[in-house]
């Protein structure tokens, strides 16, 4: 299955690169994945999920270890095990991009992080297609 490694690649990247508003200003969710772990081991109150702040480190911790394990699936010999892992992990990796924008249609910080995951999703709908018919 070596044509999955650039689709699984690129999945990843754009997940990485999804515009978060934080604050007064813009960032990616990779700056958050970096930082998230530091968060999550030290502050008892990162997860909250009411507001998009409260989500954003959770959601980018989930994003940061979904991601690695994804690209880790990408060395799984048995074809069969690997794709459904690969079919696992990317729709973990859905889930958790709809949580970050649950508020969509309330909020202009979720609408933002929408908008900017749209290649994110298309390119996990073609991973998924080309896992399973392919």
């Known amino acids: 299955m070596k044509k999955l490694n650039f689709p699984v690649i690129t999945t990843v990247i754009l997940n990485s690169f999804i515009v978060i508003g934080a604050g007064h200003g813009l960032g990616i969710l990779l700056i ?3 930082i998230s772990p530091q968060f999550i081991f030290t502050d008892s109150n990162a997860f909250n ?3 998009y702040d409260g989500r954003l480190i959770p959601v ?3 994003s940061l270890l979904f991601q690695l394990l994804f ?3 990408l060395k799984i010999k048995r074809s069969q ?3 459904i892992v690969m079919n696992v992990f990317c729709i973990i990796l859905i889930f958790i991009f709809f949580i970050l924008v ?3 249609s309330k909020s202009n ?3 933002l992080s929408l908008i900017s995951g749209i290649p994110f999703l298309i390119s996990s709908l073609f991973l998924l297609f080309k896992v399973n018919f392919k």
């Open 32 to 34: 958050y994945e970096i």
């Open 102 to 104: 649950k508020d969509f």
């Open 60 to 62: 980018a911790f989930l």
């Open 71 to 73: 690209l880790m699936s």
């Open 109 to 111: 910080v979720d609408r």
């Open 49 to 51: 999920w009411d507001h």
């Open 81 to 83: 095990l690997q794709k």
